[in-house]
């Protein structure tokens, strides 16, 4: 074994290079806030969030005292430490070093380590898909089967939400990537003005969209809830904007992540708390037309969640794990970053009895912070 990790630093490269190109596309299409590296594990992070403008008439006066905003928060904790691990003793390196085996082993066994974080933190992103504000598409069916107006009606929903225009995602899953790249205006070069997607696979940004590709997409199995009423008796009706609804009469459970929709509303909406206490929650910006009470509500069927999103509206705190003001008993550590991602990884070596111990570890905590800047695109 090398004397410091000094050596190592071109294969540990190596290794991050081969992860970082691979299908972790949510990773790199949210907000890193590099400002939570200050918080301690499952330590709560506030971050304030500027409310909507107050507009109102010009009235001359004393002074212009109007116009006092309540300011949001946004609150993220850092949830997760975790590391990957890997030992070995003198016995096993001489076994493999004979066979000239051990440097490519070791250098695989490093690139597994950054893989299986990557994908934890990637699927805790993807999880985050029932905090979305509406939904888009048919339930069990593959979206882009013939062209691209699915992309063009989810990024309606968030340019009705208000959503930022400038650095919008859609994170799509392998299925609906084959079918995007299976369609021949994207794929034929005179239509599609660009050959990358035909020769090399890589997918186009579409209407304004960073199109990515995620193996930690979720699928979503409805809950069992039917026959559902919407409870409101007094005043008789839900406000525009209510997220809060109560429901009576039915059986069975309303699951968060499940979508919902209301007799004579076309909206489909996304339940962020199940059904508890006799009403659900929806994800801001709550309802959209005005819901009488006794309005059937339908649980819709079993979906794959494609994810719409502005980058803002994610954010992920990611630091490398704490280390006690005065040291541990590595003998050697260093900082390796993921140029795609902007990850940073902790790499530390431990000397023990006969044997070392290499360490690959990150800390990290996912939130949504803005439901109204994302959507889901149902396959």
């Given at each position: 074994m090398p004397n410091t990790l000094n050596n190592l630093i071109p294969g540990l490269y190596t290794a991050m290079d081969v992860v970082s190109r691979e299908q972790t596309g949510l990773i790199a299409a949210v907000t890193l806030d590099a400002s939570a590296s200050r918080a301690a594990l499952n330590q709560t992070v506030i971050s304030p969030v500027a409310p909507d403008a107050v507009i109102g008439d010009i009235t001359p006066g004393v002074d212009g005292?109007?116009?006092l905003q309540n300011v949001k928060r946004i609150e993220l904790t850092i949830t997760k430490s975790r590391s990957a691990r890997i030992t070995w003793n003198g016995e096993e390196e001489l076994?493999?070093?004979?066979?000239?085996?051990?440097?490519?082993?070791?250098?695989?066994?490093?690139?597994?380590?950054?893989r299986g974080l990557c994908k934890e933190v990637e699927n805790d992103l993807a999880m985050l898909y029932k905090t979305s504000s509406r939904a888009y598409g048919t339930a069990g069916t593959t979206p882009f089967a013939a062209d691209m107006s699915d992309t063009a009606n989810i990024l309606k929903i968030l340019n009705d939400n208000g959503a930022p225009t400038g650095d919008q995602q859609l994170v799509i899953n392998t299925t609906a990537a084959a079918k995007l790249r299976s369609l021949g205006m994207v794929t034929k070069v005179n239509e599609a003005g660009d050959a990358s997607l035909a020769r090399q696979g890589i997918l186009l940004d579409m209407h304004g969209f960073a199109m990515r590709e995620s193996a930690a997409i979720r699928t979503k199995t409805k809950g069992d809830g039917a026959g559902y009423l919407v409870n409101k008796p007094t005043p008789g009706v839900l406000?525009?904007?209510?997220?809060?609804?109560?429901?009576?009469t039915g059986t069975g459970a309303i699951e968060a992540g499940d979508i919902v929709t209301f007799?004579?509303?076309?909206?489909?909406y996304v339940v962020s708390s199940g059904l508890s206490g006799g009403a659900?929650?929806?994800a801001a910006p709550?309802?959209?037309k005005l819901t009488n009470d006794n309005v059937a509500v339908t649980v819709g069927n079993s979906y794959t969640a494609n994810m719409a999103f502005a980058?803002?509206?994610?954010?992920?705190?990611?630091?490398?794990p704490a280390i006690p003001s005065l040291g541990d008993s590595a003998?050697?550590?260093?900082?390796?970053?993921?140029?795609?991602?902007?990850?940073?990884f902790d790499i530390a070596v431990y000397r023990q009895y006969h044997q070392v111990t290499f360490e690959i570890g990150l800390a990290w905590g996912v939130t949504m912070a803005k439901s109204e800047h994302a959507a889901l695109l149902l396959g």
């Amino acid at each position: 074994m090398p004397n410091t990790l000094n050596n190592l630093i071109p294969g540990l490269y190596t290794a991050m290079d081969v992860v970082s190109r691979e299908q972790t596309g949510l990773i790199a299409a949210v907000t890193l806030d590099a400002s939570a590296s200050r918080a301690a594990l499952n330590q709560t992070v506030i971050s304030p969030v500027a409310p909507d403008a107050v507009i109102g008439d010009i009235t001359p006066g004393v002074d212009g005292s109007e116009g006092l905003q309540n300011v949001k928060r946004i609150e993220l904790t850092i949830t997760k430490s975790r590391s990957a691990r890997i030992t070995w003793n003198g016995e096993e390196e001489l076994a493999l070093s004979s066979a000239g085996t051990f440097p490519a082993l070791f250098q695989n066994q490093i690139q597994q380590g950054f893989r299986g974080l990557c994908k934890e933190v990637e699927n805790d992103l993807a999880m985050l898909y029932k905090t979305s504000s509406r939904a888009y598409g048919t339930a069990g069916t593959t979206p882009f089967a013939a062209d691209m107006s699915d992309t063009a009606n989810i990024l309606k929903i968030l340019n009705d939400n208000g959503a930022p225009t400038g650095d919008q995602q859609l994170v799509i899953n392998t299925t609906a990537a084959a079918k995007l790249r299976s369609l021949g205006m994207v794929t034929k070069v005179n239509e599609a003005g660009d050959a990358s997607l035909a020769r090399q696979g890589i997918l186009l940004d579409m209407h304004g969209f960073a199109m990515r590709e995620s193996a930690a997409i979720r699928t979503k199995t409805k809950g069992d809830g039917a026959g559902y009423l919407v409870n409101k008796p007094t005043p008789g009706v839900l406000a525009i904007g209510e997220t809060v609804i109560p429901v009576d009469t039915g059986t069975g459970a309303i699951e968060a992540g499940d979508i919902v929709t209301f007799n004579g509303d076309p909206n489909k909406y996304v339940v962020s708390s199940g059904l508890s206490g006799g009403a659900f929650t929806i994800a801001a910006p709550g309802l959209l037309k005005l819901t009488n009470d006794n309005v059937a509500v339908t649980v819709g069927n079993s979906y794959t969640a494609n994810m719409a999103f502005a980058r803002s509206a994610i954010v992920l705190a990611a630091r490398t794990p704490a280390i006690p003001s005065l040291g541990d008993s590595a003998h050697d550590r260093t900082i390796i970053t993921d140029p795609v991602s902007n990850l940073s990884f902790d790499i530390a070596v431990y000397r023990q009895y006969h044997q070392v111990t290499f360490e690959i570890g990150l800390a990290w905590g996912v939130t949504m912070a803005k439901s109204e800047h994302a959507a889901l695109l149902l396959g």
